[in-house]
């Protein structure tokens, strides 16, 4: 017969924690010691290459000195704890504007910084799963589109990267410097490279996350830690405003012409980076702790579903009250940063989370946050209604200057024009953050640049990814028996249903919601063994509910 103990009249029985033998516990000595000896061992090794390799280093040349004696610590700690640096990439990348802007007086290096994190985390679990004879790819379906598409973009780097890197002739060596003419501009080669990994960079989070969240506490973690999260950030946003409001940040008020409609690292202020502040032309754009408002804006766009999940789903009262309070902060910073796609899209999100999860019947938890949220909404509207007008405006005239549904087929119209080949014209043509490396095309629709860099094949390519995507992840969701994993799972559906086929600008190359969109896939395909292990606890329990009933009916 099974242990069980009481916990209080009317609670269900549960049974007894195993006992140990003395191996075990002697085991489990040896492990703890062994792991303690790691951490030192591992802290030593990195302190000791940083004093002895790194100090040395940043005296003759900063850059070099950051980058090897900080980056290779940092790389050789993240693989010999790739959880821990998972965290770690985690919790850097909303700081990481801030740290750049304001700690590291602009230091480009620092972008690279949460990747020091990641990618040795990755590999070093990568190498477990080999070991441990663990499948790398964690769901089979989507396997078929993943290679489609990693062929397209390997073939576009080779064969249009590759030949304008070789064959070629330098654009500044033809007349007019080569306008309207074939020829190598920059180097397209390493151009190409950084946008596959603009691309697909993220996609081994899926993997990352399917094996960082292994039960339904870290599943809780995860998403308060995320909550913690946005409250801070969307914290210091509140009070970067007040900073210029006050005037103890002068932002852009006083610059002159069209600098007054600009943002600027310059005007930054208290986090974050390039910011604009212009009052008297009801003009501002806010970066929150983020590098730009651009970032910050898709930042609160993810953390509407961030927020909500917490709210809604998570078992404990106090960590929905803090969602609550999470989702009204991140609805302020939505209307006060500026951005017209954020204060869009937080409200579109949120509606679309409460109808598409069903928590819109769950009356008891909808009608408070739903009243909090509106009250919340209204004061804040009610404190700032010069913003409030000049965001309506701003819609107003953008729309009537480019209906949405016009502008994107405009694009994909430019796009079609702009075809050179079957396989585009190369990768990294069309992403801001390659034009290091060359010249890029402007482009504020995201199917439209893939179609440019990669052609219809690449175009349909990623496009088959993220259906499939989309489809395997409703079909896990579906799958589920746990009432309270079944709801972060349908909360995690809708986010990447939203952002996989979100047209507008170009969300999946954006730091953080590119980032998050990857993670999630990764824990919602995690969801079905966590959802075992529940209907095992539940099981256990019963049998041991029952058992305790047989026992006193036993008893004269």
């Known amino acids: 017969m099974v242990k069980t103990k009481k916990k209080g009249k009317g609670k269900a029985s549960q049974p007894d924690a195993p006992t140990l033998t003395p191996k075990e516990i002697a085991a489990q000595k040896r492990a703890a010691k062994a792991a303690r000896q790691k951490i030192i061992q591992v802290n030593g090794a990195c302190i000791g290459f940083l004093l002895l390799i790194g100090l040395p280093l940043m005296l003759i040349n900063e850059k070099i000195g950051l980058a090897l004696g900080a980056g290779v610590p940092v790389m050789y700690w993240s693989y010999m704890f790739p959880r821990s640096a998972l965290w770690l990439f985690l919790l850097y990348m909303p700081f990481s504007g801030t740290v750049i802007y304001q700690l590291v007086g602009g230091n480009a290096l620092f972008n690279l910084a949460k990747d020091a994190f990641f990618i040795p985390a990755c590999v070093a679990l990568i190498q477990e799963c080999k070991r441990e004879k663990k499948p790398i790819f964690v769901n089979k379906e989507l396997i078929p589109a993943l290679g489609l598409l990693t062929l397209c973009a390997t073939l576009t780097l080779l064969v249009v990267n590759g030949s304008m890197q070789f064959v070629l002739p330098l654009c500044s060596n033809l007349?007019?410097?080569?306008?309207?003419?074939?020829?190598?501009?920059?180097?397209?080669?390493?151009?190409?490279?950084?946008?596959?990994?603009?691309?697909?960079?993220?996609?081994?989070?899926?993997?990352?996350?399917?094996?960082?969240?292994?039960?339904?506490?870290?599943?809780?973690?995860?998403?308060?830690i995320h909550l913690l999260l946005a409250l801070l950030c969307?914290?210091?946003g509140l009070v970067q405003y007040r900073m210029l409001l006050s005037g103890a940040c002068e932002g852009t008020r006083n610059e002159v012409g069209d600098a007054l409609f600009k943002a600027s690292v310059e005007a930054k202020c208290l986090v974050g980076g390039s910011l604009g502040y212009s009052p008297s032309q009801n003009f501002v754009r806010l970066p929150g702790t983020f590098a730009s408002p651009w970032h910050w804006a898709w930042f609160l766009i993810s953390n509407s579903a961030i927020t909500f999940t917490t709210a809604f789903c998570d078992t404990s009262l106090w960590w929905r009250l803090g969602g609550l309070v999470g989702m009204a902060l991140v609805f302020f910073n939505a209307v006060i940063c500026g951005q017209r796609i954020a204060l869009a899209l937080v409200p579109v999100v949120t509606i679309a989370l409460l109808i598409l999860t069903g928590q819109v019947a769950n009356l008891k938890r909808f009608l408070p946050i739903g009243v909090g949220l509106g009250i919340v909404l209204m004061v804040v509207m009610a404190q700032h209604p010069e913003i409030v007008q000049e965001r309506i405006a701003s819609f107003q005239s953008r729309a009537e200057a480019a209906p949405p549904e016009e502008f994107i087929l405009g694009q994909f119209e430019w796009a079609m024009k702009e075809q050179r080949g079957f396989l585009g014209r190369g990768l990294g043509k069309a992403t801001n953050s390659t034009r290091v490396f060359g010249a890029t095309a402007l482009t504020e629709t995201f199917h439209p640049k893939l179609l440019y860099e990669m052609g219809y094949p690449g175009m349909l390519a990623f496009i088959a990814l993220t259906s499939n995507i989309s489809w395997v992840s409703f079909k896990v969701m579906r799958s589920l028996k746990t009432p309270s994993v079944r709801n972060f799972a349908s909360s995690f559906w809708v986010f990447i249903l939203i952002i996989s086929f979100f047209p507008y600008w170009y969300p999946l190359d954006t730091d953080p919601v590119a980032v998050y969109y990857w993670l999630f896939?990764?824990?919602?395909?995690?969801?079905?063994?966590?959802?075992?292990?529940?209907?095992?606890?539940?099981?256990?329990?019963?049998?041991?509910?029952?058992?305790?009933?047989?026992?006193?009916?036993?008893?004269?």
């Open 234 to 236: 969307c914290g210091l």
């Open 175 to 224: 007349p007019n410097n080569g306008q309207g003419a074939l020829c190598k501009d920059g180097q397209p080669l390493l151009q190409g490279i950084l946008g596959l990994k603009v691309l697909m960079g993220y996609i081994p989070l899926v993997f990352c996350a399917f094996y960082f969240v292994r039960n339904k506490k870290q599943l809780l973690w995860l998403c308060r």
């Open 521 to 556: 896939i990764g824990v919602l395909l995690a969801l079905p063994n966590i959802d075992a292990q529940e209907q095992e606890k539940l099981k256990a329990a019963e049998a041991a509910e029952l058992a305790s009933k047989k026992g006193k009916r036993r008893r004269p």
